[in-house]
């Protein structure tokens, strides 16, 4: 449930789920927003229905809903939406026994970092005798890559080969094929085998006692199942485990497609439990870890710890530019395991604001800690609102790329807020260009500015540049951008349907540095045209 400004459908509010509400059926939500007024869209993760705004005397216009009390009754009847239909076969690739708990990350065929569908799963009885590993997919009709995989198994692009030919194997999101699915169609992609992952217990858990003859099996098991705080089954939701002295640490296990997992072979002892979201998916990436449960093991025991994702108010992602040396290449990566610190700074010097209530000992100070996953999302909860700012601890091989605090206004903390200092702008263009320009203007300004007024500081791309990163971002603005391209005839503005604009992100641009000096003889002469 979205909460839209009646007056720009782009500027939507993602509401808090009321944690004290009881006795709620199956489609039955309760929500915490602020007062104003709003229209009102329900949308399903997957695709599966038609997303509708609130509309009560069904004369198709969305309803305006002034909202200063509690309100009930704001219910909805969503459509069935046409979806495309994929077929897909998966079997073990020495066994030929089939893959259960698959999942399937269908990502955006001309954009890496947009954010993944998740595909609707028909009803499927995996511990069934008749279930062969076909799997039947609704997925909202588009251009895609396809990646899969299962537990204990090597996660698989489509790919094309030198022949030209479709294949399945190990790679990365550029060598995918593009899939390009039609709503009312269904496309068949066959039989994949997969091959398992194949590692020792050594490999698997990162322990490399193991390697020295020690066994790990039996032991005591975990089950259970991630779910949003409305009851949807979550997949991919990483689970972490370990024990209370932190002597072992498991983190490998991802939910299944149903949002069920399953950790074996624990040692005795006293274990913390709790699951993290996929941020790879926005679907998730408004929501974050769950509380920890503490449980206690022996040996031969099965315990269930079902978790429930929290939400978050504040979530983003961190890239920077890393190069390929092999090719040349530069390509904006998501920023891993990076420690972040968001802290109350109203003044926005950068420093958290301890003042005499806190410094006595009879105040806390307002802040959330956080690391981002391995593709650099992150997400975290604020009780208040206010002016903060965001300190990321980058890892010293990237230090030359450590911005300054990140400043940033919490506005309401019902409010959800992805928090971002750049935008990424791409374009196509059948245009012969000798450079593009790329203008935008904020909410609050009536005409478009040129990014590179300055000359000095910023450089146009060039005639074959596809994107650009506006790194000069404020955190909370909205803004627009076109894109012009520069040819030998004049300019041409693009077509706002050739040109895609990113959510916010945190990029960590590279450092601009300016090297002045002189150049002299060996009698400290001024060498003029070296």
Avoid: C
Avoid at 41 to 56: N, P, Q, T, V
Avoid at 179 to 187: E, F, V, Y
Avoid at 338 to 367: H, N, S
């Amino acid at each position: 449930i979205v909460f839209v400004d009646p007056n720009d459908d782009e500027n939507r509010f993602w509401p808090m789920w009321d944690e004290t509400a009881t006795g709620l059926a199956d489609g039955d939500f309760a929500l915490k927003i602020p007062q104003g007024d709003y229209k009102i869209l329900a949308e399903r993760f997957d695709g599966m229905y038609k997303s509708a705004f609130y509309d009560a005397d069904n004369n198709d216009v969305a309803d305006t809903v002034s909202i200063t009390s509690n309100k009930t009754g704001i219910d909805f009847v969503l459509e069935s939406r046409p979806t495309a239909t994929v077929t897909i076969k998966l079997l073990d690739a020495n066994t030929s026994e089939p893959v259960k708990y698959a999942w399937f990350d269908f990502f955006d065929a001309e954009d890496e970092y947009a954010p993944i569908v998740f595909p609707h799963l028909g009803m499927i009885d995996f511990e069934s005798d008749s279930f062969d590993g076909t799997y039947t997919l609704s997925v909202p009709g588009g251009s895609y890559k396809l990646e899969l995989a299962s537990p204990e198994y090597k996660e698989v692009y489509q790919i094309l080969d030198e022949s030209g030919n479709t294949v399945w194997e190990t790679s990365e999101w550029e060598n995918g094929a593009t899939i390009t699915l039609t709503d009312g169609d269904t496309t068949d992609l066959g039989t994949v085998n997969l091959d398992a992952t194949g590692f020792s217990d050594a490999e698997f858990y990162g322990f490399g006692w193991l390697d020295e003859g020690e066994d790990l099996s039996g032991g005591a098991t975990i089950t259970g199942t991630v779910k949003t705080s409305s009851g949807i089954g979550v997949p991919k939701a990483r689970i972490i485990a370990h024990t209370v002295d932190y002597i072992f640490w498991f983190d490998h296990v991802q939910t299944r497609s149903d949002g069920s997992y399953e950790l074996k072979n624990l040692p005795d002892g006293e274990w913390v439990v709790f699951a993290e979201p996929p941020f790879d998916s926005e679907s998730f990436q408004g929501f974050r870890e769950s509380n920890q449960t503490v449980v206690s093991l022996s040996d031969g025991d099965t315990e269930t710890v079902n978790h429930v994702l929290q939400g978050s108010n504040v979530f983003g992602r961190i890239m920077f530019p890393k190069k390929n040396h092999a090719t040349g290449v530069t390509k904006n990566e998501g920023l891993g395991h990076a420690f972040i610190w968001a802290f109350r700074d109203e003044d926005q010097d950068g420093e958290p604001d301890w003042d005499d209530d806190i410094l006595a000992g009879t105040a806390m100070l307002t802040e959330a800690f956080g690391e981002t996953d391995k593709n650099g999302f992150f997400s975290f909860y604020l009780e208040e609102g206010g002016k903060y700012s965001l300190r990321i601890d980058i890892p010293g091989q990237l230090s030359a790329l450590a911005p300054a605090p990140i400043g940033f206004t919490l506005k309401n903390p019902n409010e959800s807020m992805k928090l971002g200092n750049a935008i990424k702008i791409d374009w196509k263009s059948d245009v012969r260009a000798t450079a593009f320009d790329v203008e935008r203007k904020s909410g609050t300004e009536s005409s478009y500015k040129s990014l590179f007024l300055d000359a000095n500081t910023t450089t146009k791309p060039g005639g074959q540049a596809k994107s650009f990163v506006d790194p000069s971002v404020k955190p909370g603005e909205k803004y627009n951008y076109r894109v012009v391209a520069e040819t030998a005839n004049g300019q041409v503005t693009l077509e706002s349907s050739k040109v895609r604009v990113s959510e916010p992100i945190i990029y960590l641009a590279p450092p601009s540095k300016k090297i002045t000096g002189y150049v002299l003889d060996g009698d400290n002469t001024a060498i003029a045209g070296a």
